[in-house]
């Protein structure tokens, strides 16, 4: 098996996630990721969300700009 550089690691990470993410929004699946220290829900619309929990465990999604 043939190792490749950080560079090329890197160009893989990035091709990779727009591929999963054009596939979500094809399908119609909103995605979860993690953007600046926020859980993150966007919407095939383009529409995001944050994801927040409170110190009970209940779940509640806001507007995120």
Known sequence: ?????????????????????QEAKEKGVPMVYEENGKMIKEYPDGR????????KGNKREVEYP
């Open 48 to 55: 995001k969300t944050e994801i927040i929990y409170d110190d």
């Open 1 to 21: 098996m043939k190792r490749i550089t950080i560079s090329e690691l890197n160009e893989l990470l990035v091709r990779t996630s727009l591929s999963v993410r």
